[in-house]
């Protein structure tokens, strides 16, 4: 297969398993998403959507939560994880939010990247599910299965966000990412992985990932 081939293969086959595609973290609006995207830091999406609703139920809106003080936040959100900072950080970009954007968020990614514990994923995560401006946020997974399928060198995120823009039509950038993720969560993990049900690696695999792989079931 040439890599064109291999890239249309891997398009076709998450579209045949994932025709509909849902966004793994619950919110009702820009400003939910960017919340729970946050609080998503190093944990789990389960986790998150559990803290969430006991978040929101007393400040979905940028307004009630700047009414809260960070130490309140941070004992609702204590359970998913770096607590202090993403208190901070959900704090402080409410300020902001209220301040210089009329409590609404922008939908730019350079904007979103300003305000304290957002990131560039987080702010490519809001921009695409939440506008639908095309993006294409980079996680572990996207960053371990671009790598299996040789589309990437595998050094950092960075590069490899910029090898699934140049590989992947822009059109599809946005329901592509999340394929890609429910994918890597399903068929393609990091530990436990069972290469026989991966039907893509298994065809389009990197040659060294495979061989390594036998390798160790030889063992």
Known sequence: MTKQEKVQFVIDSLNEIYPEIPIPLDHKDPYTLLIAVLLSAQSTDVRVNKITPLLFEIADNPYDMVKLSVEEIRDIIRPVGLSPMKAKGIHGLSQILIEKYDGKVPEDISALE??????????????????????????????????????????????????????????????????IIWYGRQYCQARGWDLEKDRITKTIGRKTVLQEYYKKKKK
């Open 114 to 179: 300003e305000f304290p514990a957002v990131g560039h994923k987080t702010a490519s995560v809001v921009v695409s599910q939440a506008f639908g401006i095309p993006a294409f946020p980079v996680d572990t997974h996207i960053h371990r299965l671009m790598y299996r399928w040789g589309f990437t060198n595998g050094k950092n995120v960075i590069q490899t966000e910029k090898d699934a823009k140049r590989l992947f039509p822009i059109e599809i950038w946005n329901k592509l990412h999340l394929q």
